[in-house]
């Protein structure tokens, strides 16, 4: 029943004529506008433009209204009790239409909550609450990775929302579904979340590290998930360039070493990040430059081959890029000699 007013209700969205918020407004006056650079002379709105206008503004007004009802059907599903039968065991027995009826409200919310107020909203209506409460701890992987997603959604470039999502612990429950969820989804799309919550938070950087969440990406760059390991090194990568201050905590818990042996993995294109993250930890910071020299690790060398193997590919020019950076830095003086002994 609620997918079919889910199809309803998007139905209704393309058919409607008008714009649903106020970037819509401006763009359509944009668009009205005429299209010669001269201003025309002012000209009494006739009766008819009058009207027209009066609808426009009232059918904008009513779509927002709309978006509301929508939030507030949404949360009203995901609010039900699960009348699930029990097992012989007196345990919940899975009820797939209950979940699919839930499963389509998320995908309704993360919809409707790509317009900022739409998302500020489902704030003020208590839905990101039951979200972290009850949703990213729930027994099914789909509901736990929709109910990531749509924190992720509604974080997004949003302060008021980040703080509120901050304030009531939703930054340690995506860290633990990150770190150790047994769905590669769920901790894909918890990632995501946890990055919208820290870029350029400094609240949420504080929390990140109150809760380990480093090594958290150091466990993400060395899971089997391809994208979980992409992300944990690109998200390790940005806070390194926006934070240079952790070089110093990040080096002391051996992050170079740990870098190193990632590295030492089956080529994949997330190694470009983990290149770049190492340049971060040693760029203007001696300490960080001495680890990449510790013999054990042979970084000279395994850079050396790296170079030799991405040269003339051009889809990984920026990898070789960062890996000549880093040999620079590192192992300048020692090229040198090998470049007196070849001749």
Known sequence: MFQRNCDDMSEDRQNRRYPRNLQGVLQMAVDAGPAAEVPAPVQPMSEERQTWLREALSEVCKGQLDEVEQIKQCLSVLRKENLGDQD????????EDDEDERESAFEMLSELCENLDNARDLMVLGGLELCV??????????????????VASCAQNMPQIQDHLLSIGTLPKLLQLTDSDPNPTVRVKALYAVSCLVREQEAGLQAFLAHDGF????????SENEKLRTKSAFLLLNLLTSHPEQKEPLVSMGMVQQLVSVLRTPHSHFHEHVLGALCCLVEDFPKGVAECRIPALALEELLRQRAKDLHGKEESQEELEFCERLRKICFSGQQSEDLGMDR
């Open 133 to 150: 409460s009850q949703y990213l701890c729930h027994a099914q992987s789909g509901l736990r990775w929709r109910a990531a997603e749509l």
């Open 88 to 95: 012989e065991n007196g345990e919940e027995m899975r009820d």
């Open 215 to 222: 090594s958290v990406l150091m466990k993400g760059m060395q």
